[in-house]
């Protein structure tokens, strides 16, 4: 009777002469237009009673998002971050007296019409103590652009795997493994990457006597480099050598 080693031998992991492996790597790269874009809106103010700062703190936050709002299906995400309220103290003096408080909220806005987002910009620039940061742009998690990488990864390492094969005078016979590289090191969405594009920090305040409404920016949408890489081996015919 044979022993269960006999019956099922340990894999080779290079092949044998009859069944020679080749290992290959398959890469791509391709550069495609940004899906959405996302901006930081921080919101500011400032009094001596803590009351009143935040009663503008609620009405400029207030004003920001309903300008936001107004932008409608252009606007695929809007979201709330850190609030906080901060008494400003004196610097001289034996006592700890405050002088002052200081609010700020941050709101994120994500959107996906280019157009209405250079307008958008401008104007919440020209909010009282309003801050804009970004525009940082993106692919969507589920992007075309990430499946269409994949694919001509695995197809590129197919072909140079063939390439191989036949400069031996021989041919592919099986896949052994395909494995997809740095699937563990995957950038989070919604993270900038180094690569991304930031608009100049804003920090608008209306001019007395200022009248009408600053002209929309003009933003023109950083290309976004979409990157595949695949490890994969595979088994050929015995080449006649």
């Known amino acids: 009777m044979a022993s269960p080693a006999e019956e099922h031998p340990p894999a080779v992991p290079y092949g044998t002469p009859n069944a020679p492996?080749?290992?290959v790597r398959g890469e791509a790269h391709l550069e495609v237009d940004a899906e959405i874009a996302r901006i930081g809106i921080t919101v500011s103010a400032r009094g001596t009673d803590r009351r009143d700062a935040l009663t503008d703190l609620t009405r400029r936050n207030a004003t920001a998002l309903d300008l936001v709002k107004t932008y409608g299906d252009a606007v695929e995400k809007l979201e709330t971050g850190a609030f906080s309220i901060t008494p400003q103290l004196t610097k001289r003096g034996r006592g700890e007296r405050i002088r002052a408080y200081h609010g700020r909220v941050h709101i994120t806005?994500?959107?996906?019409?280019?157009?209405?987002?250079?307008?958008?910009?401008t104007r919440l620039a020209d909010l009282d103590l309003t801050h804009v940061d970004g525009?940082?742009?993106?692919?969507?998690?589920d992007s075309p652009a990430h499946r269409q990488a994949r694919q001509q990864a695995v197809h590129e390492a197919v072909q140079r795997a063939r390439e191989y094969a036949e400069a031996l005078?021989?041919?592919l016979a099986a896949l052994v493994e395909l494995a997809d590289i740095g699937a563990e090191n995957a950038q989070p969405y919604g993270n900038a990457h180094p690569g991304a594009a930031m608009m100049r920090t804003m920090a608008f305040e209306e001019q007395d006597g200022a009248t009408?409404?600053?002209p929309p920016l003009d933003l023109e949408p950083q290309r976004q480099h979409v990157y595949a890489q695949v490890n994969a081996r595979f088994t050929m015919a015995p080449p006649e050598l």
């Open 169 to 171: 005078g021989t041919t």
């Open 109 to 121: 806005a994500e959107l996906t019409d280019f157009t209405a987002l250079g307008e958008l910009t």
């Open 212 to 214: 009408g409404e600053a």
């Open 135 to 141: 525009p940082w742009w993106a692919l969507r998690p």
């Open 21 to 23: 492996r080749i290992a």
